[in-house]
């Protein structure tokens, strides 16, 4: 099993052009060019998320991102931003190396992409759009399990990973809820060719997450996070800290109003920027409860890699 683990590794590395099969997910209003950058620079493929972003705003980001690091990096799309034509406009432009998509189905913009030269990797939820994503010419997908923050799915990590590993041909980077090197290792013996971690790079040094946001996180347990259903049909769920605003919400649904999801506009942009305790949205995996103290990028990425060579004597 070790060699087949480390052909994995080996083709996801060579593929992506890190050295590390550790990325750092991407959060909106947090996964900026310093934070992307210094993933990259320190071997791990950093992704600058363009959700939330106006057009001249990502130019400027990846532009600052190509200064700090020559090395390989990748922009997440929100499929469900307004500006998506816009985004992938200038993707194609600045020739970013590999695109990661979220928040949606991406097939109609797959061949686009790919077309100058670029690495597609969705984000999927489930075995079947997985499948759809293989066929539709993806390079890798991201099999985000449950325990993830922001909006996930229905299936759990461990059981979403194998279930992908087997029905798809291409590779599999597993996501949700990992944040050391034992959540790690034990994605690798899954089946995962790499894993995203989105919550432990939150609580870094290079995060731009306002210091309310991060030391909730930091003071975070096993049950701090709860899930909010925004579509009535459990199909586009949030997980957030438990706060005023998640506990509003809750209530909300409970007495059935109608549609409360205007609760939560710009909520996340109000806990990143602002960290605003009554009004905003803390989006973190269930991991939180794992992270006990702020470290650099570098640390995170040495500790956790470090621990995974340790425990698969790789």
């Not at 189905?105 to 075995?127: F, R, T, W």
């Not at 794992?290 to 340790?310: H, T």
Request: aromatic share 6%; proline share 3%.
């Amino acid at each position: 099993m070790m060699k087949e683990i480390q052909d994995k590794i080996k083709r996801i590395c060579s593929m992506l052009q890190i050295d590390i099969p550790i990325l750092q997910g991407a959060m909106a209003y947090i996964a900026n060019y310093k934070l992307a950058a210094a993933v990259s620079e320190y071997g791990g493929l950093g992704i600058l998320a363009a959700g939330g972003l106006k057009s001249e705003q990502l130019e400027y980001e990846i532009n600052e991102l190509k200064k700090c690091t020559k090395k390989s990096y990748a922009v997440n799309i929100a499929l469900k931003s307004d500006n998506v034509e816009e985004i992938i406009c200038i993707l194609k432009d600045q020739k970013v190396p590999i695109v990661v998509t979220g928040a949606g189905n991406p097939e109609k913009y797959i061949s686009e992409l790919k077309g100058y030269g670029a690495k597609v990797i969705p984000v999927v939820a489930s075995v079947a759009l997985a499948k759809r994503m293989a066929r539709y010419g993806a390079d890798a997908v991201i099999a985000e399990g449950s325990e993830s923050g922001g909006h996930i799915g229905n299936t759990n990590t461990m059981c979403l990973i194998p279930q992908v590993v087997d029905a798809v041909d291409i590779p599999v980077i597993a996501a949700g809820g990992i944040a050391d090197g034992r959540g790690a290792a034990a994605s690798f013996i899954l089946g995962a060719c790499a894993v995203q971690m989105g919550t432990r790079f939150l609580v870094s040094s290079e995060s731009p997450a306002h210091k309310n946001y991060k030391e909730l996180l930091l003071r975070a347990k096993d049950i701090s996070t709860v899930v909010l259903n925004t579509t009535q049909n459990d199909q586009d769920n949030i997980r957030a800290v438990k706060s005023l605003l998640t506990g509003q919400y809750l209530e909300a649904e409970f007495r059935g109003r109608e549609n409360p999801g205007w609760m939560l506009k710009d909520a996340l942009k109000k806990a990143a920027k602002n960290g605003d305790s009554s009004q905003g949205l803390f989006m973190a995996g269930q991991c939180a409860g794992l992270i006990k103290e702020e470290m650099s990028v570098e640390e995170i990425l040495k500790q956790v890699w470090g621990d995974v060579c340790k425990y698969l004597e790789l």
